[in-house]
């Protein structure tokens, strides 16, 4: 997407704090994500899906792309057919986008059901959020509409989206220079532990549910017990069944 200041702040010690938080914990949830095709909606300067195994990984923005290879179109008007993608990830796309709700609804279209949507954003209800409150006017990130987890789970419900998972980092206060980022990190341990919900910034995981439909999955531990007493019964046999290159 468009937005001011955006690679400006990248660059900064700030926005690569953030973007390892970020890029760990997205890495995680989406390791194991299976299907066919995955979507990166925005921020293409950093790649979201990396630590995916989906054979068809794809990217979009609204603007110039970035280093990554990307459709250039509406977040709003995905060129997807419905029930088309197994995961989409949002970086950043909902607190900038002029009707983030819109935008939601579009990737609610195009998952299969099941399908999983990862949305990043910044926690108003932070030391960044109260530096952002002082300084709306400045470029990204101070600039956007933050949204709240609690509203961004409401939309999520209105939607059919199951929150799956979350995550709350980035406790240290938005001081600019990476010497006193450093010297705060001893917070990082104690915010997850005593205040996790004031986190600089979160990741959430949403899972598109349909009623009256189910996944099948296979049943593993029924196949195990096949396989096993298969093994047995064969083995028995190999034991009973005479030697015949001997004559016994």
Known sequence: M????????????QGQYVQRWEHAQVDEMVADVFGYNAVQIGLLQHDYLRANRMPFKLYSDDARPGPLPALVCDPVHLPFPATSIDLVVLPHVLEFAADPHAVLR????????????????????????????????????????????PRLRDWFKLLNLDTQAGCFGCYRPPVRSEKWLARWSFIESAGDRWWPFLGGAYVLQGVKRVHGMRLITPQWSDRRAAARAVASVGSARRNTVPDRKFGT
């Open 106 to 149: 579009e990737v609610e279209r195009v998952l299969v059901p099941e399908g999983q949507v990862l949305v990043t954003g910044f926690n108003p209800f932070s030391l960044w959020g109260a530096r952002r409150r002082l300084q709306e006017r400045d470029p990204f990130p101070w600039n956007g509409d933050w949204l709240s987890v």
């Open 2 to 13: 468009s937005i001011p200041g955006l690679h400006e702040w990248l660059d900064t010690p």
